[in-house]
């Protein structure tokens, strides 16, 4: 006799900062965690160490931007792993230039990125929630269809210098995002979009703005785990208490 197959996690973008540690989160509460990257390979370490823990974790190898590689993830997760109960959709697309030295290949490609994607995911991963009865309990105990939780920026809500490629990839995240709430919601499947406004522990920060790095030791920059975790309680809540958008900043971050 074949065992009940776990819910699962789906984080799309599960780089070392952010991604990584919303999948450790997730699997840390009791969830298979499917984790994807367009470098397979790169997933190696998230997945070592999610094992370590005593959690279940499958790699794969996808770029969110092709509609046939995207069907084909979310179709082979439901079938041969588990009922895709939470996606995060981490992709980011943050490239500075001055726009009078951008180029149609690059703004293509952020949107592509940032927003093209998203939509891809998050209407795959909502058609296989909605497959569901309207009954469905989830693996929490609670009537309802699923999570879906796309992560923004500060360019969610303004455009800064030398940022047009990314306010207009994340703005259009931010708008999918409220449409399909409003559409899904009804049905049973809570869609949330954060807002991280300020710079997070990564390599990259650490390498192109040691300033701003500097101020980790004052809790200035955000720590990816502390964000993980407001992931989870927004998968956590209650359907007659849901957080549509929810921001996180630094204390000392001005805004």
């Not at 973008?13 to 499917?34: H, I, M």
């Not at 230039?97 to 998203?118: D, F, N, Y």
Request: net charge neutral.
């Amino acid at each position: 006799m074949s065992s009940p197959r776990q819910p699962v996690a789906l984080v799309v973008g599960a780089g070392d900062a952010t991604g990584g540690a919303v999948a450790e989160r997730f699997a840390a509460g009791g969830y298979t965690v499917c984790a994807t990257r367009r470098n397979a390979d790169a997933l190696q370490p998230l997945l070592e160490r999610i094992r370590a823990a005593g959690g279940t974790a499958h790699g794969f190898g996808s770029d969110a931007r092709d509609e046939s590689q995207v069907r084909q993830l979310v179709a082979g997760i439901e079938a041969d792993i588990g009922p895709i109960e939470v996606l995060v959709f981490n992709i980011g697309a943050n490239s500075p230039s001055p726009v009078l030295q951008e180029t149609e290949r690059r703004i293509t490609k952020l949107w592509q990125m940032g927003c093209l994607a998203g939509f891809l995911v998050g209407r795959e991963v909502a058609q296989a929630m909605m497959n569901r009865p309207a009954d469905h309990i989830d693996r929490l105990g609670r009537k309802q269809r699923g999570t879906v939780i796309f992560t923004g920026a500060t360019a969610s809500l303004r455009g800064s210098a030398g940022f047009a490629g990314f306010a207009i990839a994340k703005m259009g995240l931010r708008a999918l995002a409220q449409a399909m709430a409003r559409e899904l919601q009804p049905q049973g499947i809570h869609v949330a979009h954060t807002i991280i406004d300020g710079a997070i522990d990564t390599e990259f920060i650490r390498t192109q703005f040691p300033q701003r790095y500097a101020l980790k030791d004052q809790d200035g920059i955000l720590n990816p785990t502390h964000i993980a975790e407001q992931y989870w309680q927004l998968h956590l809540q209650p359907r007659d208490c849901w957080t549509h958008e929810l921001d996180m900043r630094p204390w000392m971050e001005k805004f």
